[in-house]
């Protein structure tokens, strides 16, 4: 089949999948003139068994949408959320999905938390902004970097800088590295190490020290500074009969050779995820943290945290680096940290670094870095919220006393003949699909589009995985999808029982495509050609 074929089968696909939704969609009734009885616009209408009317297309929206691609966005309705409640999101329809994902990674306290919004509310009334430039700045600011500093505990830190995003995070991490090299008289020390697969961000800097090709194709990235290590990911890449510690003992050797082959002298830091997200839900080979510590530290290498998605609570520690034991200079976080319900983010310094940073201000006159937005009162004051409800609502043992429940009745699946692989810790989980449970037979990434049920699939991928997540989304609940690769990551206030219905909505979707996975293999089907 040629790609310009595919395309008219997919066209077609989406005319039939319009027609039909699964039973699983909530009854409602379709209201002309007026408010729905969920407050939805009177525009919109709700699915009433498996039949609905559809009153307005968003096909061909104004909107560039962000990882989309452009004939998504013409030919597809995407899926339009219109309210959330608890560990559930809405669409325009009235059909009610699980949120696997929590929005992404982040809505930590779930989508309808009072507290935070009357935080807000309260703030936004009292003073909607102010910057925090020329020593002039808003008390929530400066109780949040307070709060921040006395919450990470892995070692003592020094200050907060405020971003607004996980990506201004871990840019600020770079320019404030070569600021600290600068001072201290080494303008060749300038490199950073990050590791394949890692997720650090989509702009310039942070996308460059991301280890995923999607997001340096056709971007002129990564930058030349940026250096990439072996990916820890044990299952995948071990060698016959080598253990995890074994594994680690490699990964970092390989670490030190190429800090030695590039001349310690030019390298500035190393940055990590004490469990990578976005590459594929892969949490470290034992030992492998305190290894690579000793290499970096050996060498005069600052040790970045990249916590942005590990942080409050989510791995069963309040930080990944308590669970990992590491000791970083610099720690990146965000999304849990207002619970994403205003964007906020914060870099950790070090004494060691923030002191050097102090002299050469005042030499220079200014640290000049920062943005209009940087410490935003409501921001700020959201987030000190937040971190008041993880410690009143003790998180951490929330998720150490939900994580049996949700690993083990997960991981149970491990033996279908479709999956490599289960891991995770704590509240969040990845599945590897692979033919024959091996790394190194992936199947067809074909084989995806020839089954698409659902036009209001948003985000439309190829492979066994695409076909998972469609099922899924058919039963009721939203994946994370990459390749053949499915990262679960709820929100930590998710209940024992949404935890069956999500296992339970995995298993429906999973019979589904160990059935699709032996219909294809019996048919022989072949991979498209160009």
């Not at 309705?77 to 219109?82: L, S, T």
């Not at 500074?225 to 016959?240: A, E, I, K, M």
């Not at 002299?359 to 410490?375: D, P, R």
């Amino acid at each position: 089949m040629t790609k310009m074929n595919f395309r008219l089968v997919l066209r077609s696909a989406i005319r039939a999948a319009s027609q039909s939704r699964s039973d699983c969609c909530h009854r409602a009734e379709i209201v002309s003139g007026r408010l729905l009885d969920n407050g939805l616009p009177r525009f919109q209408s709700r699915w009433f068994g498996a039949q609905a009317e559809t009153v307005q297309s968003f096909k061909g929206h104004d909107m560039l949408a962000p990882f989309t691609a452009g004939w998504q966005t013409t030919e597809l309705d995407p899926i339009v959320i219109y309210r959330s409640e608890g560990c559930y999101i809405y669409d325009i329809h009235g059909n009610r999905y699980l949120d696997a994902l929590a929005g992404l990674w982040c809505t930590a306290l779930g989508g309808s938390e009072p507290r935070l919004v009357a935080a807000a509310t309260a703030q936004l009334n009292k003073l909607p902004f102010y910057h925090s430039f020329w020593n002039r700045t808003t008390k929530p600011s400066l109780d949040l970097a307070k709060e921040l500093l006395e919450m990470f505990t892995a070692r003592k830190m020094a200050k907060a800088f405020f971003v607004n995003s996980g990506s201004e995070a871990n840019d600020t991490q770079v320019k404030l590295v070569w600021y600290y090299n600068n001072a201290l008289g080494r303008p060749s020390k300038k490199k950073f190490i990050a590791r394949t697969k890692a997720y650090h961000g989509s702009t310039l800097i942070s996308a460059s020290l991301s280890g995923l090709p999607a997001l340096h194709q056709q971007f002129d990235l990564p930058a030349p500074f940026v250096l990439h290590t072996d990916c820890p990911h044990y299952w995948r890449n071990h060698l016959p009969g080598e253990t995890e510690e074994e594994f680690a003992t490699r990964l970092a050797i390989n670490l030190e050779n190429l800090i030695l082959k590039e001349g310690p002298e030019t390298i500035a830091a190393f940055i990590a995820e004490p469990v990578m997200g976005a590459g594929g839900v892969i949490p470290p080979p034992a030992t492998y943290f305190e290894k690579v510590q000793s290499v970096v530290k050996k060498y005069d290498i600052l040790f970045i945290a990249d916590e942005v998605i590990c942080a409050f609570g989510r791995l069963g520690e309040m930080f990944g680096c308590d669970k990992y034991k590491i000791k970083p200079d610099l720690v990146s976080m965000a999304k849990a940290l207002s619970s994403a319900y205003v964007p906020i983010g914060a870099i950790l310094v070090s004494p060691e670094v923030a002191d050097v940073v102090y002299s050469q201000s005042n030499k220079l006159g200014a640290f000049s870095h920062g943005f209009t937005y940087s410490g935003h009162p409501v921001s700020c004051a959201v987030a000190l919220e937040a971190l008041k409800i993880y410690k009143e609502r003790n998180i951490v043992e929330r998720v150490k006393s939900l994580t049996p429940r949700f690993q083990d009745g997960l991981k149970a699946f491990s033996g279908s003949p479709i999956i490599g692989e289960i891991r995770g810790t704590g509240l969040i989980l990845g599945t590897e699909f692979t033919d024959n449970k091996s790394p190194n037979d992936p199947f067809p990434s074909e084989w995806g589009k020839f089954h698409l049920l659902f036009v209001s699939t948003a985000n439309v991928h190829t492979g066994v995985g695409a076909y998972f997540g469609a099922q899924c989304q058919k039963y009721g609940m939203l994946v994370r999808v990459a390749g053949d690769n499915i990262m679960i990551c709820p929100s930590l206030t998710i209940s024992e029982q949404e935890i069956d219905e999500l296992i339970s909505i995995y298993s429906k979707a999973l019979k589904d495509t160990e059935e699709r996975v032996k219909e294809l293999k019996s048919q022989h089907v072949q991979p498209l050609t160009a």
